[in-house]
Nanobody, 124 residues
Framework: QVQLVESGGGLAQAGGSLRLSCTAS????????MAWFRQAPGKEREFVAT???????GYADSVKGRFTIANDNPKNTVYLQMSSLKPEDTAVYYC??????????????????WGQGTQVTVSS
């Protein structure tokens, strides 16, 4: 059973940066796809970014050019580097996992394992 542990959330000022990490354990498959979603208060959870084991990536339009997702396969870790942060980036960020590629990577229902979430707060 895959388990995900997120870290790196916190408080940042608008225009600042934060890096989130998500480490997977218990994965038996060499293939995977991992993603970050976020949920702001009173809003639905939304897709942020995704990456496959081979390094293929996808981003939400709202974060393109500001956020970068990367993986470190030997460490079973995926990172989300967030730069030029905006107050509207404030949310709980969740890491998600599935064991195969999907073209519908923006759909949260395509992922079967989730982390506990980490809070990101951006002040203006």
């Amino acid at each position: 059973q895959v388990q995900l542990v997120e870290s790196g959330g916190g408080l940042a000022q608008a225009g600042g940066s934060l890096r989130l990490s998500c480490t997977a354990s218990g994965r038996n498959s060499s293939n995977y796809m991992m993603a970050w979603f976020r949920q702001a208060p009173g809003k639905e959870r939304e897709f942020v970014a995704t990456i496959s084991r081979s390094g293929s990536t996808g981003y939400a339009d709202s974060v393109k050019g500001r956020f970068t997702i990367a993986n470190d396969n030997p460490k079973n870790t995926v990172y989300l580097q967030m730069s030029s942060l905006k107050p509207e980036d404030t949310a709980v960020y969740y890491c998600a996992h599935r064991i195969s590629w999907t073209w519908w990577y923006y759909d949260q229902n395509r992922y079967d394992v989730w982390g506990q979430g980490t809070q990101v707060t951006v002040s203006s």
